[in-house]
């Protein structure tokens, strides 16, 4: 309110609370009397920082040697507004400073697999809500998906042969070598489509948010 400009700013509300806590004010337009008062203010360490608004009023008798450039004189008013907005600044600071670390938590899951069959190739999503395998039971190999939350584990249709399953970065696909190509599919279910030819479906792959998808070797166009 002093200099007409934001204090800290960022495109986002959390780069601005990030620059709050990383870097310091521009006080190249600060008015000289009020030059020292919001210094302490907008201290950073509290044992620095301005405690008692009676201390204000020394601080702001100070005459600076090194003054800002000079700017309108503020009245009691503007003098006021500085001091709240410091304070207000300094709850910021606290609530930062006092927040504790998100606990890590670890999860467990088992899966229950049909009778007389075997898993490999899992894959996690990366929203870190389903899991992707190849599910296989006297010789024939399927692609399915279970949702963490869930036990069920749901058959994807015209995945015959499928290995070494990723995900779309968005979690909505997954692709999966069979026959000798790259193929594609919605994880909630859908027909399944080429997207090239390969030759050695065990080198796996890679999706990135460009939808650009990266495998280990040369592959010629379907």
């Known amino acids: 309110m002093v200099t007409g400009k ?10 601005s ?3 709050v806590l990383t870097r310091e004010p521009d006080w190249t337009h600060v008015p000289a ?12 360490d509290t044992k620095k920082r301005l405690r008692d608004i009676g201390d204000s009023g020394r601080l702001l008798d100070t005459e600076v040697a090194t003054a800002a450039p000079s700017r309108p004189r503020f009245g009691k008013a503007g003098w006021i507004a500085a001091v709240v907005l410091a304070a207000a600044l300094a709850v910021v600071f606290w609530i930062a400073y006092r927040e504790t670390p998100p606990v890590e938590r670890v999860v467990r899951l088992s899966i229950s697999l049909p009778e007389n069959s075997n898993a490999n190739f899992l894959s996690l999503s990366p929203d870190g809500r389903r899991l992707a395998l190849v599910v296989g039971r006297n010789g024939d190999y399927r692609l399915y998906v279970r949702a963490l939350d869930s036990g069920e584990l749901q058959p994807l249709s015209g995945t015959a042969n499928a290995e070494t399953p990723f995900w779309s970065p968005d979690s909505r696909f997954i692709a999966f070598f069979a026959e000798n190509k790259l193929k594609v599919i919605p994880a909630s279910g859908g027909p399944a489509r080429v997207l090239c030819e390969d030759t050695d479906p065990g080198r796996g792959g890679s999706w990135n948010r460009n939808g650009l998808v990266l495998l280990g070797g ?4 379907a």
């Open 6 to 15: 934001q204090l800290f700013e960022g495109e986002t509300v959390s780069d």
């Open 17 to 19: 609370l990030a620059a």
């Open 33 to 44: 009397k009020v030059h020292r008062l919001l210094r302490a203010c907008l201290e950073k």
């Open 218 to 221: 040369p592959l010629s166009a």
